[in-house]
């Protein structure tokens, strides 16, 4: 089992990004997929999750409005849209499953709730 992301990059502020999240060993749309980011000298923090069983997706109030997740369940695909990216958004973003494929909107942001982490891509946004 294994994820793989990226299509990190450098941007400017303003700009967007797509990551790109890559499941293999798994059917990915059976799972909860997360987007996590740690910035420089801070704690990996939740940034969404969408969970395929009720169809809902939890957003971090920094990025309500300008990030968005889809799937392509026949690639085994997640994505990351990053839109009206800001510096404050500079970090290596994750991604993460969760067996299940639901997540209670109070845990998603737990790490420990999810069983499987892609290695992260760097995401830097010029001012």
């Known amino acids: 089992v294994q994820l793989q992301a990226f299509g990190g990059g450098l941007v400017q502020a303003g700009g967007s990004l797509r990551l790109t999240c890559v499941g293999s060993g798994f059917t990915l749309g059976e799972y909860a997929i997360g987007w996590f980011r740690q910035a420089p000298g801070k704690e990996r923090e939740g940034v969404l999750c969408f969970s395929p069983v009720d169809g809902r997706t939890y957003f971090a109030d920094s990025v309500k409005g300008r990030f968005t997740i889809s799937t392509d369940n026949t690639e085994n695909t997640a994505y990351l849209q990053l839109d009206n990216l800001k510096p404050e958004d500079t970090a290596v973003y994750y991604c993460?499953?969760?067996?299940?494929?639901?997540?209670?909107?109070?845990?998603?942001?737990?790490?420990?709730?999810?069983?499987?982490w892609g290695q992260g891509t760097k995401v830097t946004v010029s001012s």
């Open positions: 993460a499953a969760r067996e299940g494929g639901w997540l209670a909107s109070d845990l998603w942001v737990e790490l420990s709730e999810y069983n499987y």
